[in-house]
């Protein structure tokens, strides 16, 4: 399936990260500075659609601002809540 779904492969391999944590770990770099963390989540994000749960996860870490940044350079990114759009 497509890698913007976060759904589960045909072969039934997991989806995609539900958590910030998790997506560093699976890029290998949970270790790494927070920097370096911040500019590999944003090259993740260029080229994948996170879950409703990953970006409550990347809100939730202080990785909002890579999404508000990606939506502010017009990349449709789905509001998280309904109040959340409309800006409460």
Do not use: C, F
Request: aromatic share 2%.
């Amino acid at each position: 399936m497509s890698k913007a779904t976060g759904a589960a492969n045909q072969q039934g391999a997991p989806g995609p990260a539900a958590t910030v944590s998790a997506l560093l770990r699976s890029l290998h770099i949970n270790h790494n500075s927070a920097e370096a963390q911040r500019v590999a989540l944003r090259r993740w994000l260029i080229d994948h659609t996170p879950s409703k749960a990953l970006r409550i996860s990347l809100r939730s870490n202080g990785y909002g601002v890579l999404l508000r940044d990606l939506r502010a350079e017009g990349r449709p990114m789905p509001p998280i809540t309904a109040t959340h759009r409309l800006g409460a």
